[in-house]
């Protein structure tokens, strides 16, 4: 029977009300009200008055989870606040000495006492670490508005559609008092009960079984059918928080109360404990228990409470430093080895490849494992043929743990490394160690790393060069997977990164899944990476060892290319962060022949970016006593060096002086064993030849002594010092840091009174403290922004 529209919208509000508070009770309090069948009645009505009066559906209404039509793809979301990820701890002694690291990264927080006594306790935040798919729920207004995975914690892809089908999140949320932006992070799973019971229907069905619960909560939440996730037994269970724009309490733990009020599930297991001890005791606890859990857990993650300490501790390159996993030992099991087979890596590194009789290893099929190298596998004393134990390390990676010497066959055969590569057939030799002692002598030993020597000939390392040079952190060029770029090598169309630059539309729409519009878009894509940063395209290179952070070093400091590619390894240590074996490892990249070509031919496709003079940050840098100190001579360390450059003058009096040994003999400061080694060094024409080199070019460079010391012309925050605290909106700290770079400005982790400038954002604490007592300027993001602005680095 139809009822009046104003009867129908009264009725239709207090069911969604009643259900919401069902839910509520049932998902987050784990208290149900009501059975199951008067749930469903009540479900059932409000269904059928929305089908008559389908002008008062609302997307937040229960009814709205069944999943809409499904989608062509997923879209790309952008973490306004990076989702990191956690470091990991094995063993107690790990987590003890994160403790430790804890109490001293805050050493002027925590209570008076000695640091490690009973008064420097930190609170810690624990629960169990679910085996599921990270998430993160946006609310706008408390109404779901987005709900996005975790990607690679910067990137993510748009699920809305299917977290919206997932029964225990809130479409609204309950109470008042939240935020007006609020994303809320947490994890999506599946319990053992409703895997065993999806299992058993996709057999009954004839269709595919999981292997595990995680896999089957992040295959089902990444369906591009929402009404296939929908049909999945999946649940979510809250662990924080990313974007705020509103107020949120002080301590974590308070934050996941407030997110249980506000109708968010959180773990049933949420404690507080004081100090290490108890976090030991609770992880204890939890792992005689984990069998009996209704969910999967791998371990216990572990948070500082205190959201100030938390800000005080700050990050890592990609981890927090205030939180830690405590992992569970890894599950074992026995299985046998079939075979070894060779794998050949971008920079042709050839790694042995275990092939094992399949085996359940902690609900996961382990077929095969990584044996590192061949140290590793003299070192188990592995043959083929061997019974093995093997561990999935952090439950995650499989691993060759020891040999069951009782078990070997008869006809067991050893594992040799291949004299020629598997994919190529070039020689494979092994590398050599190269160890410098002072004064730049080097000893050479054999390295544990076997390699092939055909380098991009070899298509296995052109393919991962190449997938490399396309990532996203190098030269990002949309759309070039790896099946495509084996598709491009196989084919023959490309022999090195640079020709890529010469597909053609006739080349790329032959290959298999290319179409017109594919086609256009790839080439598109080619076209718009021809002008790359410097800091992206080194990075793209593939250098061994040199990371993002290295390469931005390289080309901040230095400013260009031709500089990067003829500095000396002396030169390269003066920079920040770069070693000694890092710098040899770039000499040595581009004092090869084939890379030097390579590079010739991209330079003909590509116009890098931000190349310059060397910052001026370097100009005239090297003092002679550092110049002396670093040429490491015997005996000779930095108040040795100084006394010899405030003495000698120049490179050449310092040559000078340790020839003339009446002068040196009577020189005070610097013992006669420091005497005796100067005189060796020099005597040496090589030691010579070398020291007048480096000195040649920093010269060249500007960074010697006697060359002119400069500031950044057009750059207006040249030689200040900025810092960043608190949390931005707008973007992130990383972006932030990289813009006022460019203007110039170098951004420092602590403020002192030469600080220029301290950026604060909200939940800013002894940062902001500390630059108020110094007088030193504060900045919201608001003003940060308009200097931005100004400067045309946003919109």
Request: charged share 25%; aromatic share 6%.
């Amino acid at each position: 029977m139809t009822i009046p529209a104003q009867q129908a919208v009264e009725r239709i509000a207090a069911l969604r009300s009643e259900l919401d508070a069902h839910n509520y009770r049932y998902y987050v309090l784990d208290e149900p009200s009501v059975p199951d069948a008067e749930y469903d009645r009540l479900f059932n009505e409000l269904k059928a008055l929305e089908a008559e009066h389908p002008e008062l559906v609302t997307p937040e209404s229960p009814t709205q989870r069944v999943g809409g039509a499904a989608l062509d793809a997923f879209g790309e979301v952008r973490h306004e606040v990076p989702m990191l990820s956690l470091g990991n701890a094995f063993e107690e002694d790990d987590l003890r000495e994160f403790d430790r690291r804890v109490r001293e990264g805050l050493a002027d927080q925590l209570p008076a006492g000695d640091l490690f006594g009973d008064g420097a306790v930190v609170e810690y935040n624990c629960e169990p670490k679910l085996d599921g798919l990270a998430v993160s729920l946006l609310y706008e207004h408390g109404l779901l508005v987005r709900g996005a995975t975790r990607g690679d914690g910067s990137t993510g892809e748009d699920i809305s559609a299917n977290v919206r089908t997932v029964r225990n999140i809130p479409l609204k949320l309950h109470g008042e008092g939240w935020p007006e932006r609020l994303e809320v992070r947490g994890e999506v799973f599946m319990s053992k009960e409703g895997f065993d019971a999806m299992n058993a229907r996709q057999l009954e069905s004839g269709g595919k079984t999981f292997a595990n619960p995680r896999n089957a909560a992040a295959g089902s939440l990444r369906q591009l059918d929402p009404r296939i996730t929908a049909s999945r037994p999946l649940e979510f269970c809250s662990y924080g928080v990313g974007l705020v724009q509103g107020e949120l309490p002080d301590t974590h733990h308070g934050i996941l109360q407030a997110l249980k009020a506000w109708g968010l599930p959180i773990s049933r297991e949420l404690k507080l404990a004081r100090g290490v001890e108890e976090c030991l005791d609770y992880y204890r606890d939890i792992g005689e228990r984990r069998q009996d859990l209704p969910y999967e857990i791998d371990g216990v993650v572990f948070k500082v409470n205190n959201l100030a300490w938390q800000r005080e501790l700050g990050f890592r390159a990609r981890e927090p430093r205030w939180a830690i996993a405590h992992k569970f030992p890894a599950s074992e099991e026995l299985t046998e080895l079939l075979d070894v087979e060779f794998q050949v890596g971008r920079t042709g590194a050839v790694t042995p490849v275990a092939r094992l009789k399949p085996v359940q290893v902690a609900g996961v099929t382990v077929s095969n494992a990584t044996l590192h190298n061949m140290d590793e596998v003299a070192r188990l004393g592995l043959m083929i043929g061997d019974t093995v134990i093997i561990r999935r390390a952090g439950d995650v990676i499989p691993q060759v743990m020891a040999v069951v010497l009782d078990r070997r066959p008869a006809d067991a055969r050893p594992v040799h490394i291949p004299e020629h590569c598997p994919v190529c057939g070039s020689q494979v030799e092994r590398t050599q160690l190269v160890k410098r002692s002072k004064g730049g002598r080097e000893s050479i030993s054999e390295g544990a790393v076997y390699r092939c020597v055909g380098r991009l000939a070899c298509a296995a390392q052109l393919k991962q060069a190449i997938i490399h040079f396309v990532s996203r952190r190098a030269l990002d060029i949309e759309g070039l997977g790896d099946k495509i770029v084996e598709q491009l090598v196989d084919t023959g169309l490309i022999a090195s990164p640079a020709d890529l630059f010469t597909l053609t539309y006739e080349q790329v729409v032959a290959l298999e899944g290319f179409a017109d519009l594919s086609t256009r878009n790839l080439l598109a894509a080619i076209d718009g990476s021809r002008r790359p940063t410097l800091a992206r395209f080194i990075y793209a290179l593939g250098i061994p060892d040199v990371g993002e952070e290295t390469a931005k070093v390289l080309a901040r400091s230095l400013g260009s290319l031709e500089r990067i590619q003829q500095a000396r390894p002396e030169v390269l240590t003066y920079l920040p962060d770069v070693g000694a074996e890092v710098a040899y490892e770039i000499r040595n990249f581009f004092e090869d022949d084939h890379n030097s070509k390579v590079i010739a031919q991209l330079r003909k496709h590509i116009a890098l970016q931000e190349e310059g003079d060397v910052h001026a940050e370097f100009a005239a840098s090297v003092s002679l006593g550092e110049f002396i100190a670093r040429l490491e001579i015997p005996f000779i360390a930095t108040t040795g060096a100084q006394k010899l450059a405030d003495q000698a003058g120049s490179l050449e009096g310092v040559i000078t002086l340790s020839q003339d040994w009446l002068t040196l003999s009577v020189m005070k400061g610097i013992n006669e064993k420091a005497k005796q080694s100067l005189r060796d060094f020099f005597a040496d024409s090589a030691n010579v030849a070398r020291a007048e080199a480096i000195e040649r070019q920093l010269r060249d460079f500007g960074m010697h002594w006697n060359s002119e010391k400069k500031v950044v012309e057009g750059l207006p925050l040249a030689g200040q010092t900025w810092v960043l605290t608190g949390t931005l909106e707008a973007m992130s700290r990383d972006v932030a840091k990289e813009k006022l770079e460019t203007l110039g400005a170098k951004v420092a982790g602590s403020v002192s009174a030469k600080t220029a400038c301290v950026v604060a954002g909200p939940g800013a604490g002894s940062k902001l403290a500390k630059a108020n007592e110094l007088g030193v300027r504060v900045m919201d993001e608001e003003g940060l922004l308009a200097l931005l602005a100004e400067h045309g680095l946003v919109a």
